[in-house]
Structure formats: structure tokens, C-alpha cells
């Protein structure tokens, strides 16, 4: 397979060193016919961590992909003004690397990405950018697209569709849990069952807030952690509430950035060996997290009529 992605984008080299074949795109070359187009709207401060991640698990199946990546339309007009400065991610990717929503609306997207954000402990509709979320989410309906909700993403598209509250946790759940399979749905054919897949989150979904009459299917538990993956056949949207993208150290990244800052933190669950946080974790849901997103890409190709 082939991922198109735009030229010099960082991840590019990484990709190609480990024998992904990526064609560079600019903004007056097109993705051949044929190609899958996926946007990612990128909501998470770290913006290139998070690219990066997702951008792999999209080069893992036997479909070419051409990514877009945006960001909403209120951040990136005020991410290029001058003097403008990220905690987070170096302003000149963001300008280089990054459109605005209104700039991609028009774009013929066959599958979209909607990451997570660090605001689960607010309310929806406290978030800056809730008024521009509902409408994205609106927009996903006027196109013939599969849409893939990631932990925030998805309890704010189970919210603006169905009206699911989320829940604050007392404590971050954090850690590697298992996860029961209750229906393989369209995207877990070859996951293993039980799987397992790292959490890290301030809130929760809950089974009873469910609407039933919402036609949502959950595809998978934990007694742990609680649910993990909702379908919505009807709209072709996917919600995960947790995080089949990390690396192998992205729990021991945020565990150490907390630790160092001070906030209330406890070791991740079931991710270091004998809980020893000198020990080097190990990614134990990478190969499932492959065959999960090639069957997202799967799905959105047979949406689009390509098998």
C-alpha cells in the first residue's frame, strides 16, 4: 500500500525507514483515483505525537491512503496570527501542516478521523470550541463518509446524536485492560477476543445511559474500565473511548509528565512488568490495533463501493 501524505511532513522518513512507501503531496498535486482520503481533525495539544501515531496504523493494510490533517477553524485562524505561539506543537507545523475546517469541508472524504481532547472534565457544552464541533459533526452527515470518534470525540458525538451524558471519574482510569468482544460489528473481524487496549481517561460512558432506541451497538466491555467500543451502523460513525493508536511509551510519557508536574497520578495498570516503572512497558495491543484500523479502512471502502 501507499500513503499520501503532504511533503516534508516529519513522519515521512520515520515511515519510509521502516518500509512504508509514501508519496509527498503539495497543494497542487492530487491523490490519484483510487485512494482512500482520510481526514484527521486533530484536537490534542501534542499535535504531532498524535498525527504520528495515527498516520502508522493507517499505513498497515492493503488499501492507499492520502491523509488530510485540520484543526478547527477558530484554532488555526488564531494559530496564524502573528506572535502566536503552542505549548504544544512548533507553530511552523502547524502553519505548514495544518488547514482549517472551512478550508476541507469541501474535500470528498471517504473516511474521518476526530482525536481526542483534554477537556473530558468539562462540559460539553463549556468546551471553546463545542459550537464548532456540533457543527463538523452535522457536516459528517452531508457526506457519504465513515466517521471514527476517539475518546473525547466519542462521548461528544454520543452526546450531540444521542444525548448520552459522560460521567467524572474520581480517579484517572489509566492503564492496559482486557476488553470483552460483545459484537465483532465491522471493525473487530481478527481482533483477538478478549483484546486489550490502553485507557487513559477522567470520565466514563455508562451502559444505562444508552438510549434504546438509538439503533447504537456496544461492541465491546471491561469490568475493569468499563465500555470500550460503540458502533452506529445507521451513520456510519465509530466510537472508541480509548486508545488502540498509542505507542508502546505514550502511558509512560503522560505518567512521567504528571509525576514531574505534581498532579495526582497513579502507576498505569497491567502496562509495566511487576509494576516496575524502571522496566520498559510492552505494547501487547499493537497487532490488534492493526487489524482494527484495517478494518475501519475496510468498512469506509466498501461505503465508498470499493469492495
Partial sequence: MTLYLPRNLP????????GIDVVELDDTRKPP???LRVGILNLMPDKVATERQLIRMLAHDVHDVAVTLFATTEYMQRARQDGYSSANTPIEH???FYRSFDEVRETPFDGLIITGAPVEQLPCEDVPYWQEMKQILDWTHTRPMGVFNICWAA???LKHFHDVPKHVLNAKRFGVFSHDVLEEGSV????SA???????RHSETRLADLPSDSGLLVLADSDEAGICLLEDPERGHVFMLNHFEYDPDTLKREYDRDKTSGAPIKLPQNYYPGD?????PTANWQADARRFYGNWLDAIARRRGMG
Avoid: I, K, Y
Fill in 11 to 18: 513522519s515521512v522518513a520515520t515511515l519510509r525507514e521502516s
Fill in 33 to 35: 483515483e483510487g485512494v
Fill in 94 to 96: 502547524l502553519r505548514a
Fill in 155 to 157: 462521548q461528544a458525538a
Fill in 188 to 191: 473487530l473481524s481478527g481482533v
Fill in 194 to 200: 478478549p483484546f486489550e487496549v490502553p485507557v487513559s
Fill in 276 to 280: 516496575d516503572d524502571t522496566a520498559p
